[in-house]
Each structure stands twice: as C-alpha cells, then as structure tokens.
C-alpha cells in the first residue's frame, strides 16, 4: 500500500518556498508574487464557472482558460524556461476569437462601464480586474531581470479583455441594464 502524502511539509514556516526547480525563495519574491496570483486568478474563475446559469459554452472556454492559466503559472514557476509550455499565438487567437463572437452581439460602447448587473456578470468584472493585477505581476517580474514569453503578456491581456465583454455579453443577453459611470453621481 502507498503511503498518503502529507499536504502539510513545514518547510514554508520561515517565509520561504520552493521554485520548480527546488531553489528556495522567499514568499513575497516577486515570481512567487506572478504565478500566485495567476493561481488566485484561477480560482476565481472556478467560481465564476460554477455560479447558477453559466452557458455550458462558457463553461467550456473557461476550463480551457483555467488549464492554459495553469501552464502560465508552471512557467512562471520554473526559473530559466525559454518559453511557456502549452500556450502559443493559436491561444491568443482562440481567445480573440471568443471575444469577437460574444461582442458582435454587443451595441457600442460609448460611455464606462461600472461592474455589476447580474452575479455572472460581477463575477466577471472580478476575474477581470483580478487577471489586469495578473498582468501587472508579469510585468514586474519582468522589469526584474526574467524574460518572459511574450505569449503570457498577451494572453493575459486578451483574458481581460474577454471577461469584460462577458460580462457585458451577460448583462445584455439576460436584459440586465449596464451600470455606466457617472461623473456626476450624487
């Protein structure tokens, strides 16, 4: 009989973690900083995935976009890859693709949008706001010394941008009134 793996190690007590490759860093280094909050945007989609009402075609983008965010944050993980595995410019295509299907069916944008509508809609702008934070992370690693894929950059911004118009996309295919910005609200 294999014996279970304990989930707890003890080895993070000090404030430290390992990379991929075993060597010890500091929890708050800024690649830890990257692919952790690649790993909250994560999360943050499976509840989006399993609020009430989610279209199983959504349902269906979102699980590809949870495992491509998992190759990212294993990249992010693995100091000295050359390239992010299972994510290439066919991926950034696709999501451009999604994006253009559910915004044909959007009028134009003329005024800002405030998050809110229905629970999809919110959730969305949540894993919106929290993929930009995403982005921002990668950068900064970036701006540290560590090369990165240009595909993680684009795809990551590309992600925004897709949450963003699902969560118009749900607002107005389910007749919920867009909430838009008013500068002059009292």
Request: aromatic letters at 8%.
């Given at each position: 009989?294999?014996?279970?793996?304990?989930?707890?190690?003890?080895?993070?007590?000090?404030?430290?973690?390992?990379?991929?490759?075993?060597?010890?860093?500091?929890?708050?280094?800024?690649?830890?900083?990257?692919?952790?909050?690649?790993?909250?945007?994560?999360?943050?989609?499976?509840?989006l995935d399993n609020l009430h009402n989610v279209p199983g075609e959504t349902k269906a983008v979102l699980r590809i976009v949870q495992n491509k965010l998992f190759n990212i944050g294993g990249y992010l993980a693995t100091e000295g890859a050359d390239s992010c595995f299972g994510l290439d410019e066919e991926?950034?295509?696709?999501?451009?693709?999604?994006?253009?299907?559910?915004?044909?069916?959007?009028?134009?944008?003329?005024?800002?949008?405030?998050?809110?509508?229905?629970?999809?809609?919110?959730?969305?702008?949540?894993?919106?706001?929290?993929?930009?934070?995403?982005?921002?992370?990668?950068?900064?690693?970036?701006?540290?010394?560590?090369?990165?894929?240009?595909?993680?950059?684009?795809?990551?911004?590309?992600?925004?941008?897709?949450?963003?118009?699902?969560?118009?996309?749900?607002?107005?295919?389910?007749?919920?009134?867009?909430?838009?910005?008013?500068?002059?609200?009292?």
């Open positions: 009989m294999i014996k279970k793996s304990n989930v707890y190690t003890a080895t993070g007590d000090g404030g430290q973690t390992s990379l991929a490759s075993g060597q010890r860093v500091a929890k708050d280094d800024v690649r830890l900083e990257a692919y952790g909050t690649v790993d909250e945007l994560n999360s943050f989609i499976g509840l991926d950034v295509s696709r999501l451009e693709h999604f994006i253009d299907l559910l915004d044909s069916e959007l009028p134009p944008l003329r005024r800002f949008v405030l998050p809110g509508g229905s629970r999809i809609s919110s959730m969305s702008h949540v894993c919106r706001s929290v993929c930009r934070r995403c982005e921002r992370r990668v950068i900064s690693l970036e701006h540290s010394g560590v090369k990165i894929d240009p595909n993680v950059v684009k795809y990551l911004n590309r992600l925004s941008d897709f949450f963003f118009v699902l969560a118009r996309f749900n607002n107005i295919h389910n007749q919920i009134e867009e909430i838009f910005w008013d500068k002059d609200c009292k």
